[in-house]
């Protein structure tokens, strides 16, 4: 396969920031997606681009980061946006910087940044127009399944979520029972009033930096960060952050490790580990920050946080109820995390020529 050597510019219709635009027009679900130097801000009212572009993250701690992007949104001034012109395939051109480690041209400053004028002139080797066509619909169909499986995936915590308020905040099943009064409420005869300790062990997480790549997922309290060799805990837990994003509760069962912003859980009964997840879900962990400059949350404050505690036989009804949704989650995300794999293997090869794509 033959290149043809360019800089970045050459290949590229527009390649230039976004506009800034005011925190308070940015909310959590909206018309339109915003994107910063650290990728997916919230959602807006108002739109400043619309097609097909790749962008660059120019500011931020995930400075350089690429990512494709096709539809309407609004992209701010810390977001570089990427169209490629007649030369180039926009899908290609955005997976190929994405290999390219573009963090390693920002600025030397206490708060890295990416200059346009830097990354126009950056040197990439293009194959022809065919051949980029070809390799960014074997990537994008990985893309494809990929998103459709988180998008699955959103489905089912949302029919999740739903069958817990039915059961445990309209009561439906239990309406025909008698009910008595508590602390939050009236509550079906039976169940009590406890706290999060009386039904798991919060633990902290572990530095991982010493350890090797493997196959066992390593959490933040951003979410998945890398996978190691080795494991901190082996079944059903709760992730509860430590510090940083407060309301990224998550729900786990296989071997994980955890580092030290993010607390991990042990149930102390069977059967309880869905009902907490979807439980605390419900909490606004925002207003539980310390007060320090970064939002902090402490094991007791969280062993204290007050909880409805039903019966161990309805704890183990909505277990059984809820193990096919969560059984079908796991299972899309083991694919995903297959493909990913894939699509990370196959890349750098497809980019070097290493590996063609038959006609």
């Known amino acids: 396969m033959e290149f043809t050597t360019y800089t970045l510019g050459e290949v590229c219709s527009r390649l230039s920031s976004g506009k800034s635009i005011k925190a308070a027009e940015i909310f959590p679900a909206g018309k339109y997606p915003v994107y910063g130097g650290n990728g997916l801000r919230g959602y807006a009212d108002r739109s400043n681009f619309e097609g097909e572009c790749a962008i660059i993250g120019r500011q931020g701690a995930y400075c350089g980061n690429v ?49 346009v004028g830097t990354l126009s002139v950056q040197e990439i080797n293009l194959p ?4 980029q066509r070809s390799i960014a619909s074997i990537l994008s169909s990985l893309d494809r399944k990929i998103e459709l499986n988180n998008k699955i995936n959103a489905d089912l915590e ?21 009910f008595v009064d ?17 039904l798991i062990t919060i633990k902290y997480g572990k530095d991982h930096k010493k350890l090797e790549d493997g196959t066992f997922p390593v959490y933040g309290s951003g979410g998945l960060m890398r996978f190691v060799n080795s494991w901190l805990y082996n079944g059903e837990s709760v992730l509860i952050p430590r510090k940083g994003t407060l309301d990224n509760i998550m729900y ?19 059967y309880v580990m869905k009902y907490v997840y979807n439980y605390i879900k419900r909490f606004d962990f925002s207003k539980m920050n310390e ?15 007050q909880i409805l505690i039903p019966t161990h036989e309805v704890l183990e009804m909505y277990d059984e109820t809820l193990c096919p949704i969560y059984n079908k989650r796991k299972m899309n995300d083991k694919e995903s995390r297959t493909l990913s794999l894939l699509r990370d293997t196959l890349l750098p090869r497809l980019m070097s020529g290493e590996l063609e794509v038959p006609e």
């Open 158 to 178: 949302e029919m999740a979520q739903a069958i817990f308020k039915n059961w445990f905040i309209d009561f439906e099943p239990f309406k025909d029972g008698k």
């Open 291 to 305: 007060g320090t400059s970064v939002p902090s949350n402490t094991a007791a404050r969280l062993n204290k946080m």
């Open 128 to 131: 022809s127009l065919e051949a």
């Open 252 to 270: 786990v069962c296989e071997k994980f490790w955890t580092v030290d912003t993010m607390f991990f859980s042990v149930p102390k009964m069977d």
């Open 67 to 115: 990512r494709y992007f096709k539809g309407e949104a609004y992209m701010t001034e810390h977001a570089v946006v990427c169209q490629a012109n007649e030369k180039a395939n926009t899908y290609y051109l955005s997976a190929l910087l994405s290999t390219m480690h573009l963090e390693r041209l920002s600025g030397q400053s206490a708060q890295p940044g990416l200059a």
């Open 182 to 198: 508590s602390e939050l409420g009236m509550i079906p005869e039976g169940w009590k009033v406890g706290t999060l300790e009386d």
